[in-house]
């Protein structure tokens, strides 16, 4: 009884030690990052469309694209940014100690992680969702279908649990046959060893382009789970998460707006519209409230265009793109069906 | 009564099977109908895998290519080597700029050309060679690789390799030309053979000190540009991760495991944790503990360069290896060498440094390359924690847009290329084996 008192103590002490160390060095993360003079965003081991590496060794995708945005809003220098790829494991950790500035790397924004892990999860960048593939001469046209079906499925994540939710639901008896890593398990699908291969639907279209005969196989319709996928920075700094939540939005805005990488100069000294010239800069005083530079907004898009062309780029058809189509997905603009909507710039 | 013949008998020739490949064949391999069948079989068998190797990775496979799509558009079946020769750079030189990269290969070539007269029996000096290279080339290399502005201190090392540099190389032309050492030489050349030792050293420091000063000046003038150690990846990390792992774990690998024999109470409980701690945990571990747990410790925004902390576990946790392996050999010294060093007068470290440890080393050569393949191959778990070492470039093909899914092919490059690596390291572990035990011989 002694000893467990004694050991509390010991333990309430040292708590108070280190959360004393964290108030003492009160800095914000915007003063930490502008000291250090560049930004520190984490990505994961590298993922077609989201974050992966070129020939050349440069990092590219939609969510570096997030990245060089805060980068550029906060230097005006989308380069002043060092991507960290961090294990899967670790990522949570790698933001809470204070190595990362910013995780923006396909996190699926849950309840529990936004509440429980100490980070705040922001506005979601892409909206996923898990789905199948199957081989056209199987003769399966729906999810439903695949009662005693063999699944091939990337184990540790949220897609295996989701596989055996959809599974008991539904009581079609799946068996899970799981893997490590992605190409192991589309080979052993395209060898024969199992009846269909879920992912996420983005992923699942991004490898289905590289099988040997991609008409061969289909994407089936349904959608097994809500993935939004969203950029995260620690809990309590709010100045911190506007800055990140806003760069966002301003993509997304720009796109309503019809701004984009080519004609930002342009709008931006012969545009009449108020809601133009107040988020380029040229009016206002939108920036105050963030703590950063009147025209971090033009700074975005100059450095990396909208929301659209951004997508376009990485994840639509263009050059290193993915190939998913946009149009009538929940990633489209709001005026289009889709959920990409901002607040206001005003 | 004998019959003896003047004449001699003509030499008969060797047996046919002994001469002649077909005779050879029929000997070994078609001796009996059984091992004529078991012969048939296994050449099938052969074929049947070499034919699939052949054909998928060089008859049907695509050299060239823009991307993956490319590849199957010439051929469904056979490898798509493009997207291999398209990442080269990144595979040998990670994320580097690809206009400094004459730096890594320049310090290797550096390393290569520094090492070459130990290997050459012509040139003496051999141990100030090789201390020269432990002193020096790190900082120099180091400088190379990283680059920005020097500090005074690096200025003086950088400069102070050069000249080590310089010096090693006329040593070694002399050696070669004139089968004599540099200072020999340059007292002839000088006509000061004949002076005493005395002046004979203060002429050579005075030298060495006229040679640093002139390099000094000249190194000043020119800086390279800053890498920052984030950029350095593929086989280039893996070797300076591994370099620096090999080079400092076999010395705390012997200092651990003389500490662990030690007669003195404090050093042996402190060496003995120590090793039992490092070995007791898995490498992928003491890395999470190293890159994720340690900055926890650290007062906030104290932030070690990930490098450093990955290298320093690497280090940490291979030492514990050497000191066993030294230790295995250390207790195969027989007693009779300590008693004898001690009555001949030395002193502690005379025994270890000047008796046992020759004798013992000799002995752990095996097993001492055998702990460096190990740990060669085992530096590829930094992958795991992000950083882009040989393995993280090689899987990070499969994810470039261009070569999506492209996984076999990478994978089966990196396994030959550390083959290579590993079975040359091996190999010439044994001619140092069969070199330093020409005594042995019974």
């Not at chain 2, 001469?19 to 069948?37: A, D, E, I, Y």
């Amino acid at each position: 009884m002694k000893l467990k008192s004694k050991l509390m103590t010991v333990t309430a002490a040292a708590a108070i030690l280190f959360s004393g160390a964290t108030i003492a060095s009160a800095e914000t993360t915007l003063e930490t990052v502008q000291a250090r003079g560049h930004l520190r965003c984490q990505v994961g081991p590298p993922s077609p469309g989201f974050y992966n590496l070129d020939s050349a060794g440069a990092w590219y995708g939609i969510d570096v694209a997030i990245c060089e945005s805060v980068a550029a809003a906060i230097f005006g220098d989308k380069t002043k940014l060092e991507i960290q790829s961090v294990s899967s494991q670790q990522r949570f950790t790698a933001l809470a100690n204070g190595d990362s500035d910013l995780l923006s790397r396909t996190a699926t924004w849950t309840m529990s992680r936004d509440t429980q892990l100490g980070i705040d999860f922001l506005q979601p960048n892409f909206y996923d969702g898990q789905g199948f593939t199957v081989r056209k001469d199987s003769g399966i046209t729906s999810a439903l279908e695949l009662k005693g079906a063999k699944v091939c499925v990337t184990t540790g994540t949220t897609t295996e649990l989701n596989l055996t939710d959809f599974s008991r639901q539904n009581d079609l008896n799946i068996s899970n046959v799981t893997f490590e890593d992605f190409n192991v398990r589309d080979d052993t699908y395209l060898n024969g060893g199992c009846d269909a291969v879920t992912a996420d639907k983005s992923a699942l279209a991004g490898n289905l382009a590289n099988f040997p005969v991609p008409a061969d196989h289909l994407i089936l319709p349904e959608t097994l789970s809500k993935e939004p996928l969203a950029p995260a920075v620690r809990h309590g700094d709010n100045q911190w998460a506007d800055i990140v939540r806003w760069s966002v939005y301003a993509l997304i805005n720009a796109e309503e707006l019809g701004i984009t990488q080519a004609n930002v100069d342009d709008m931006r000294s012969t545009s009449k519209d108020p809601n133009v010239l107040r988020m380029l800069g040229a009016e206002g005083d939108l920036n105050t409230g963030l703590g950063l530079d009147k025209d971090w907004a033009y700074n975005i898009i100059k450095a990396v265009g909208n929301y659209g062309e951004i997508y376009e780029a990485y994840i639509g058809g263009g050059e290193q793109g993915i190939g998913i189509n946009r149009a009538g997905s929940l990633n489209a603009l709001w005026t289009d069906g889709g959920l990409m909507y901002s607040p206001p710039m005003r | 009564m004998a019959i003896i013949t003047k004449q001699k008998t003509a030499d008969r020739p060797a047996p046919l099977s002994e001469t002649s490949v077909l005779g050879w064949l029929q000997k070994n391999l078609f001796s009996s109908v059984f091992n004529t069948v078991l012969t048939l079989i296994t050449i099938f068998i052969i074929y049947l895998t070499l034919s699939g190797v052949v054909v998928w990775g060089y008859l049907d496979a695509t050299f060239v290519a823009d991307k993956r799509r490319e590849c199957y558009d010439n051929s469904l079946t056979g490898a798509c080597w493009a997207g291999v020769i398209a990442w080269l750079d990144n595979i040998f030189y990670g994320r580097y700029p690809r206009e400094e990269i004459w730096r890594i290969d320049f310090g290797g070539l550096l390393l290569v050309l520094w090492m070459l007269p130990l290997w050459l029996a012509r040139v003496k000096g051999k141990i100030l060679i090789g201390a020269s290279v432990i002193i020096f080339y790190p900082f120099l290399a180091g400088y190379m690789f990283t680059g920005g502005d020097k500090g005074w201190f690096m200025q003086f090392m950088v400069a102070g390799a050069i000249t080590a540099f310089i010096i090693n190389m006329t040593n070694m032309l002399v050696g070669l030309l004139k089968n004599t050492s540099l200072d020999v030489f340059l007292m002839q050349l000088f006509g000061q053979a004949d002076a005493g030792d005395k002046t004979q050293r203060n002429i050579l420091l005075a030298m060495v000190a006229a040679l640093f000063v002139v390099v000094f000046l000249w190194q000043a003038s020119w800086n390279v540009t800053e890498v920052v150690w984030t950029k350095w990846g593929g086989l280039f990390l893996t070797l300076v991760i591994s370099g620096i792992g090999i080079a400092s774990s076999l010395p705390l690998g012997i200092f651990l495991a003389l500490g662990r024999r030690s007669k003195l109470p404090v050093v042996r409980v402190l060496s003995t944790g120590f090793i039992e701690v490092f070995r007791s945990v898995p490498l992928i571990t003491v890395l999470f503990m190293a890159t994720t747990m340690f900055p926890l410790f650290m007062p906030e925004g104290f932030v070690l360069n990930k490098l450093v902390q990955v290298i320093i576990a690497v280090i940490l946790f291979n030492a514990c290896y050497m000191a066993e392996i030294v230790r295995a050999g250390l207790q195969a010294i027989p007693k009779g060498q300590f008693e004898g060093a001690h009555t001949i007068g030395l002193g502690y470290w005379g025994t270890m440094g000047l008796i046992i440890m020759p004798q013992a080393l000799k002995h752990m050569i095996p097993n001492i390359v055998g702990n460096i393949i190990g740990l060669l191959k085992d530096t590829t778990l930094v992958s795991i924690i992000g950083l882009f070492d040989i393995l993280g470039m090689l899987r990070s093909i499969s994810k470039d847009v261009p070569w999506v899914g492209l996984h076999k092919e990478p994978l089966i490059f990196g396994a030959v290329l550390f083959f290579i690596i590993c079975f040359s390291m091996s190999k010439y572990s044994r001619h140092l084996e069969v070199k330093l035990s020409a005594g042995d011989k019974h």
